[in-house]
């Protein structure tokens, strides 16, 4: 099913403001909606708060691709989505923290 645009760019914000709002990320919406949307990074921006929204921009289109969405989901799958978010903000981007018990 193919939706239009202009509701996967309103999705794409608002998934991208409000993820990284839980997570104390000061951008508001209409500055969401300007790096997103118009490709223009607000003054008061910081580069770590840009980056956060702009790899949730790239993670969320990513999961959205329709081979994606075909996909059987996978560690590949998390691992590809983890090094998507974390580009540019952290070192260990899309690998698997072994010293961690998971269970």
């Known amino acids: 099913m193919m939706l239009p645009?202009?509701?996967?760019?309103?999705?794409l914000v608002r998934m991208s403001?409000?993820?990284n709002a839980?997570?104390?990320?000061?951008?508001t919406l209409p500055e969401t909606v300007?790096?997103?949307v118009h490709s223009v990074i607000?003054?008061?921006v910081s580069l770590r708060e840009f980056y956060e929204i702009d790899n949730h921009q790239y993670a969320m289109e990513y999961v959205?691709?329709?081979n994606i969405l075909e996909e059987?989901?996978?560690i590949n799958t998390l691992l590809?989505?983890?090094?998507?978010?974390?580009d540019k903000l952290h070192h260990e981007k899309g690998s698997l923290n072994h010293n961690i018990m998971l269970f």
């Open 5 to 11: 645009d202009k509701y996967i760019a309103d999705l």
């Open 72 to 74: 059987k989901f996978s």
């Open 42 to 44: 607000p003054n008061n």
């Open 17 to 19: 403001h409000y993820s």
């Open 64 to 66: 959205l691709s329709a």
């Open 34 to 36: 300007s790096i997103i």
């Open 22 to 27: 839980i997570e104390n990320n000061t951008i």
């Open 80 to 86: 590809k989505m983890h090094e998507i978010l974390m």
